[in-house]
């Protein structure tokens, strides 16, 4: 098994929308589902982040209007015809061969396919496909035609589709989803594109370029596609208003390979540093250069990607995982999207699920890009921030300050949860009322700690967005006179299947103990940044000391009033993940029973430390001891039904301390949900963007015990007994740490730390930089000495030889892990390779902060010195106190050296007395200059000079002085004292 595919054999209509989500490829700007180019069982879905459009429809006697993530224009479109044949069509053809093959190191999808026709002709065709990570306007399509046993024209059709709508999610089709309207098509030649262009400007000068606009309904955006179709033959076009396409007649010979290439750019109306869309799509598609270009800029840009979302774990069907989930991660979420005005879309830009809409998911999601990608988490908090009015007014139209959220976010911050949504088991529309999950506010506010925690930064901007969300909050609880507490009413929490009480008149309920604790642990951190007035502050720490929070049977309640529910008979449901559908459908009411659909008291354990928990509810004056968080685990373990993939994440986390054999059990389950389609048809509409980040989040803060303080990173792993290592590097203000543990150690930046070690890494270190020395000119020069090609330099470290050779002609030094994989291909060590101590005498820079002093025992001072090298000989001379640099190796427990024979150090070394040596020291030390960090040992012994017939016993060890010449006098010095010490920042 490769941990870099994910391969499908042979071509099955049913399974073809769950392949076309998982294969989808994009850059964070924009991105195409992985459907086939030709055929009619397809779901062609293209959508670009931020790009909403709203229509009405007429459901069940009203009216409800709906905001989408809308599909934009088609641009695979590329069939084949044998002479006499019908247009090629996977779903209906003769096929002895399909495979697909997405290839997450590379950003490739690949289709390898053989048609024999009606005929008996057999032709291969072999497709790659990308989405541009190097140049966010640029995507491509190439394919290769090899007639296998015959020869004559093979006609091609490769066009722009205007034609599409939003069909992708079958219950959503009684809703309108045409967005695109005023389609134009139209034609330009490279040189004519634009009007200032050189004609030699790109690949595409003088090739003819076809063209296709939209604009969508209401929001009134402008798309626009422009392609370049590169082929051995001309080809003529033929143009509709909303479709356009090329055709082409290529003369195949037996055995002979022609290609078609399709080069295509997508411009809309909000992309930055544009003209107008199509101008500037037309430029684009015309200077771009040919497809193996883009594919060698793509796999560097995609290079550079992993490098810094190194995650590494044993196994390669677990690895595949986690290489796919990081990988359309950041399909969705790329640095193309940190100045984007775009939200985290719960189910990717991957199908129309959700309609595209941005909930609560970036929970999930961003304290894993924190550590990553922080700039990505800052613009996804920009996109919340820009919103602020719209919340500002929500909250002030429903009575509250502040600012209130929605549960569902598009284009411009109002409420687009549905009032109406269709029980497909039942095929009734139901009233919905979840826009009463308050807690997306709760959500945000967390995200913009955990940043602050990460970075250190604090930008205004997001402590205005803390400090209103926490107004909203507080000005939603109330004080009840008779308990004295205040309380938070008619809210829903994250269970989804709680909406109101039984019989009530009114949806909504109280005291939802995830939303109180979470108001109480927002308040105090928008009191300490320090920003609220006399009286807010006053009452702030009045609620964080008197919120209310109910109990019963010895665990935390969900919600007022959640005791008197009924048990529900689960074994009559068993399996049912969605039971407020089932339920509905038998005419009963799910509101009625202790069921819930995903984690909601358990949210409180995600986020909130044991330590955190426990003082909250302790300022708050409940008693908690320590077996509350475990029993109220596995009270509400037993009444989930996991109706949500993120559920699976939350309770894989919650158990990763108290039962780890089970936790793994939900971390397996949150692996493979979509892989897989665990719930059974609902991956085909899209990701579930949230649990593949939560999965990651898992590995990385988890399992590794990563919790950002004020004052550093603490690190406290406990891995689970199937995950025998992980291996990954972070970004901790500024600092790259590369992070090594297993069962039985850890290693941060390669030091080692004891097992069990709960340790904080201190956040005031220098970061690591090469040193003055030329990094790039460094790796040729050792690569050139081994005599190895870029390739063989790039399967040795396992990267792409584009990177490779980025690295050798940029300035710049990439980060420890990649150093490590570098310096182990070129046979050399992390620091020369950095160029540490080399140009500049040592010791130049300032001490780390915080520097730790630590004494070695003699075992790890012998254990350092054991590969020889250099080292300093120190003794009293006949001039005085004397150093010298010799060479040395350790050798059966001893230093040896060589020096010659009659010279100055020979003879100073001698007491001319038979038998009777010189005592003399020995020092050896490593100093890390870009750490500020480093080790000395030194050991103290008597000087026995070599007789000749002992000098064959420590001949083998290879002593070899640099100075040269005649030295044949070996010198030994068996240790008498050892010591050692060492500087470090841990």
């Known amino acids: 098994m490769n941990a870099w595919t994910l391969v499908y054999e042979g071509f099955d209509p049913a399974s073809e929308g769950l392949r076309e989500a998982l294969c989808t490829l994009g850059n964070g700007r924009w991105a195409t589902r992985g459907a086939t180019p030709d055929g009619l069982a397809r779901t062609p879905g293209t959508y670009r982040a931020g790009c909403y459009d709203r229509l009405a429809s007429q459901v069940a006697g009203r009216t409800v209007e709906n905001e989408d993530l809308v599909n934009l224009p088609d641009w695979l479109p590329l069939t084949f015809a044998t002479p006499g044949s019908d247009w090629f069509r996977p779903d209906t053809a003769d096929l002895p061969d399909y495979r697909q093959e997405l290839d997450l190191r590379r950003g490739l999808l690949l289709r390898t396919l053989s048609w024999r026709d009606d005929a008996g002709r057999v032709t291969l065709v072999r497709q790659r496909r990308l989405v541009s990570m190097a140049d966010p306007a640029l995507a491509a399509l190439e394919t290769t035609f090899t007639a296998e046993n015959w020869s004559g024209p093979l006609r091609v059709r490769a066009g722009l589709d205007g034609r599409v709508t939003n069909r992708g999610v079958a219950r959503y089709r009684d809703l309108r989803g045409d967005h695109l309207t005023r389609h134009t098509t139209g034609t330009a030649t490279g040189a004519d594109a634009d009007a200032d262009a050189d004609a030699d400007a790109g690949a595409g000068a003088g090739a003819e ?54 080069i295509v750019a997508l411009v809309t109306s909000r992309d930055p540093a544009i003209h107008d869309p199509l101008t500037t799509a037309r430029r684009r598609v015309q200077v771009a250069p040919g497809f193996d270009e883009l594919l060698a800029a793509h796999e560097a840009a995609w290079e550079r990607l992993w490098e810094r979302a190194r995650l590494d774990v044993d196994g390669p069907e677990l690895s595949r995982i986690v ?58 908090l920009r996109y919340r921030w820009r919103r602020l009015p719209e919340a ?87 004080l009840d006179p008779r308990s004295g507490r205040y309380e938070i009413r008619g809210v829903m929490g994250p269970d989804e299947y709680h909406t109101a009480y039984p019989g009530a008149p009114a949806p909504g ?101 044991a330590g955190e928990l426990t003082d909250i509810l302790h300022r708050l004056g409940y008693s908690a001891d320590a077996g509350l968080i475990p029993r109220t685990i596995s009270y509400y373990l037993d009444r989930t039904s996991h109706g949500s993939t993120l559920s699976a994440v939350v309770h894989a986390w919650v158990l990763a301390r108290s039962d780890r054999a089970r936790s793994w059990q939900f971390f397996r389950e949150a692996l493979l949900s979509d892989v897989r389609d665990v719930q059974g048809g609902t991956t085909a509409e899209g990701i579930h963007l949230g ?122 030094t990439p980060d420890r892990g990649t150093v490590t994989r570098l310096a182990r291909a070129l046979e050399t060590t992390v620091e020369d390779l950095l160029g540490g101590g080399h140009d500049r005498p040592p010791g130049q820079g300032p001490a780390m902060d915080e520097p730790v002093l630590e004494v070695l025992p003699t075992e790890e001072c012998l254990r350092l010195i054991a590969p020889g090298g250099i080292g300093r000989v120190a003794f009293s001379g006949s001039h005085g106190p004397t150093v010298l640099p010799v060479n040395y190796k350790y050798h059966d427990g001893a230093v040896v050296f060589r020096t010659a024979r009659g010279g100055p150090m020979d003879q100073d070394l001698r007491t001319g007395l038979e038998g009777v040596d010189v005592k003399i020291a020995f020092q050896v030390d490593r100093i890390d200059e870009v750490r500020r960090a480093g080790w000395s040992v030194l050991i103290q012994g008597a ?44």
Not at 362 to 373: I, Q
Not at 578 to 607: C, H, I, P, W
Not at 729 to 742: D, M, P, V
């Open 691 to 812: 649990a593949m980040a939560g999965t990651l989040d898992m590995l990385q803060r988890c399992y590794l015990g990563l919790e950002p303080r004020p004052d550093g990173l603490r690190l406290d792993p406990l891995l689970p007994e199937r995950l025998g290592s992980l291996s990954l590097t972070i970004l901790f203000r500024g600092r790259r740490l590369a992070i090594e543990t297993g069962h039985e150690h850890t290693r941060v930046d390669g030091i080692v730390l004891p097992r069990g070690a709960d340790t904080t890494i201190p956040w005031r270190t220098t970061p690591m930089t090469g040193g003055n020395g030329d990094f790039a000119r460094r790796i040729h020069h050792l690569r050139d000495r081994l005599g190895l090609t870029l390739d063989q330099v790039a399967d040795r470290a396992d990267m792409s030889s584009g990177y490779i050779h980025h690295l050798e002609t940029h300035l710049g």
């Open 943 to 986: 000087a026995h000079h070599l007789p000749d017939d002992e000098v064959a016993k420590v001949a083998e060890a290879g002593v070899t002085p640099w100075a040269g010449g005649e030295r044949h006098l070996y010198i030994r010095i068996v240790p008498q004292q050892v010591t050692g010490r060492r500087i470090h920042g841990l």
């Open 509 to 609: 309920l109280d005291n939802n103990a995830y939303t109180n604790v979470m108001t109480v642990w927002l308040l105090s951190r928008a009191l300490d940044l320090g920003v609220a007035g006399p009286q807010e502050a006053t009452r702030w720490t009045d609620i964080t000391r008197r919120m209310r929070v109910d109990f019963h049977d010895g665990v935390i309640s969900q919600f007022t009033g959640y005791a008197g529910l009924e048990e529900l008979d689960w074994g009559r449901y068993r399996g049912v993940r969605r039971l407020d559908r089932a339920l509905e459908a038998d005419g009963d009411d799910v509101n009625r029973y202790k069921a819930s659909k995903q984690a909601d008291t358990l949210m409180l354990f995600y986020l909130l430390t």
């Open 323 to 380: 290489h796919w989930h990081v990988f359309h991660l950041l399909q969705t979420l790329s640095p193309h999207t940190a100045d984007l005005d775009a939200g985290v879309p719960a189910r990717g830009l991957h199908g129309e699920a959700y309609r595209g809409h941005v909930f609560w998911d970036e929970l999930f999601v961003l304290p894993w890009l924190n550590l990553r990608f922080p700039e990505i988490s800052l613009g996804s």
């Open 209 to 262: 370029l076809t063209w296709l606009t939209a604009e969508t309904r209401s929001s009134r955006i402008t798309v626009a596609l422009a392609a370049r179709v590169t082929a051995p033959v001309p080809g003529s076009v033929s143009a509709e208003p909303d479709r356009i396409h090329t055709d082409l007649e290529l003369e195949l010979a037996v055995g002979e390979p022609a290609t078609v290439s399709k």
């Open 392 to 478: 500002r007014a929500a909250a002030r139209e429903a009575g509250f300050e502040g600012a209130m959220f929605p549960w569902q976010s598009g284009s411009d911050g109002r409420e687009e949860t549905q009032t109406f949504h269709l029980n497909p088991e039942s095929g009734r529309w139901l009233p919905d009322v979840s826009h009463l999950q308050r807690h997306a506010g709760l959500a945000i506010a967390y995200n913009v700690w955990q940043y602050h925690l990460v970075t250190g930064s604090m930008p205004p901007w997001c402590a205005e967005l803390l400090t209103d969300i926490a107004r909203f909050f507080a000005s939603l609880t109330v």
